[in-house]
């Protein structure tokens, strides 16, 4: 199981680049081969009852927003649509359930945030033009054809690898066993990395990432935090200025005309009818329309911006909202139980911050995908089970914390 792990970790961020390609040749559709991929974790999970009360224990709101979301689906009008969001919630557990027991979620961490960069690497090169057929539109990982990109979910992806490159940075360093060939790769790569995050012109990216590092140094009691975290983000940022300025099309200007004009692209329209759906009547206004119901819901009243027509003829706009994803479809219920989960997400975080270095890098996932949800509806994210998996399993109790740690920081490159 545990080399499982590793493998589909390893692929996922290629697959569902390549999804289209996979789709067209195969005639395999995305969401149910997700479903086919996370199937085993499912399996393994449902034998580990003692993984199970323990995650239970610390995360409560995530199994009642579990369930709650679950019952949502007696009375959507997008079953299918529904029933894939709920999958995606519930495998999440039984992931993190699989990681605690095998040791392994620092692991499948690396794995993942490996996989992003030489992703990135690829398409930044157009070494994948060779094999495959896709144009870019504009901005760095906003692609169709066989490859299929949105550069604000790519962000998402970003924004976890970075979080893992500082977290074991300081890990290694707190334990002296920083040599100049890891300081070396780990500047490169956080360097890499932040480079990519800004030729998205992902506003919401930058912005996410920009406050949880601030956030970071602010609850941060220790020294060693706060120099290193400063000089790898300040490095990392003149390394981006230097490599723009000798850039000699006009992206430069672009990404800058970009991140000055704060506009929403129309999705205030968009939270608009939200809002006015929510409260047609007092029974949308508890329970919402249905899980999954809501990119039908608002589809049928916006006729412009982002619609997307089906082969059924039914209109579909996403919500670019976590928030208000979880008020429409489960109303304020949903959105309820949805805060309580973040904010004990939060609070766990915060508890045990001054015990490893390791939950400062899951302060930087959670923030980041806290404010990245304002903008963005992540929770149909592909990496959104793995994502919510590594923060339950990283911060669910084990018996022995110190030996994991050591186990898991010990190797970092193989």
Excluded at 47 to 70: D, P, Q, R
Excluded at 83 to 103: C, G, H
Aim: hydrophobic share 50%; proline share 2%; aromatic share 16%.
């Amino acid at each position: 199981m545990k080399q499982y792990q590793l493998f589909i970790i390893s692929i996922y961020p290629f697959f569902f680049s390549l999804s289209p390609y996979i789709q067209r040749v195969y005639g395999i559709d995305k969401e149910l081969t997700t479903m086919l991929f996370l199937l085993p974790f499912m399996i393994h999970g449902l034998s580990l009852k003692k993984e199970f009360f323990k995650i239970l224990k610390e995360n409560k709101y995530y199994f009642i927003l579990s369930i709650y979301t679950l019952l949502g689906l007696l009375w959507t009008e997008e079953l299918f649509r529904g029933m894939y969001l709920v999958y995606n919630m519930i495998v999440a557990p039984f992931i993190a359930m699989s990681l605690i027991r095998t040791r392994n979620g620092l692991k499948v961490w690396r794995n993942f945030s490996w996989s992003v960069l030489l992703l990135s690497l690829l398409l930044h090169s157009d070494l994948l033009k060779v094999f495959f057929n896709y144009y870019e539109v504009q901005r760095f990982a906003y692609y169709y054809g066989d490859i299929s990109l949105n550069p604000n979910s790519f962000g998402l992806w970003l924004n976890l690898s970075l979080a893992y490159f500082i977290t074991i940075g300081i890990k290694l360093y707190q334990n002296k066993n920083l040599s100049n060939f890891r300081l070396l790769i780990l500047i490169m790569n956080i360097t890499l990395t932040v480079y990519f995050m800004v030729i998205t012109v992902s506003r919401s990216t930058m912005i996410a990432g920009i406050v949880a590092v601030f956030l970071l140094i602010i609850i941060s009691k220790s020294k060693l935090v706060i120099v290193l975290t400063s000089f790898l983000v300040s490095f990392t940022l003149l390394c981006v200025l230097i490599t723009l300025n000798m850039d000699g099309s006009n992206q430069g200007g672009f990404i800058i005309d970009r991140f000055s004009t704060l506009d929403l692209n129309g999705r205030e329209d968009i939270w608009g009818i939200v809002f006015n759906t929510s409260f047609e009547s007092p029974d949308k206004f508890l329970f919402g329309v249905g899980t999954g119901g809501a990119e039908k819901e608002i589809g049928s009243a916006h006729s412009e911006g982002t619609v997307r027509i089906s082969d059924d003829g039914t209109a579909r706009t996403s919500t670019h909202n976590v928030y208000l994803l979880f008020l429409l479809q489960g109303g304020v219920v949903g959105i309820f139980i949805y805060l309580m989960f973040l904010i004990n997400l939060f609070k766990l975080t915060l508890t045990r911050i001054k015990s490893t270095f390791m939950h400062i890098g899951i302060l930087y996932l959670i923030t980041t995908f806290a404010i990245m949800s304002l903008t963005g509806n992540l929770i149909y994210n592909p990496i959104y089970p793995f994502l919510i998996a590594i923060a339950l399993a990283l911060l669910t109790k084990k018996d022995n914390t110190k030996t994991y740690d050591t186990e898991c920081f010990q190797k970092m490159f193989i």
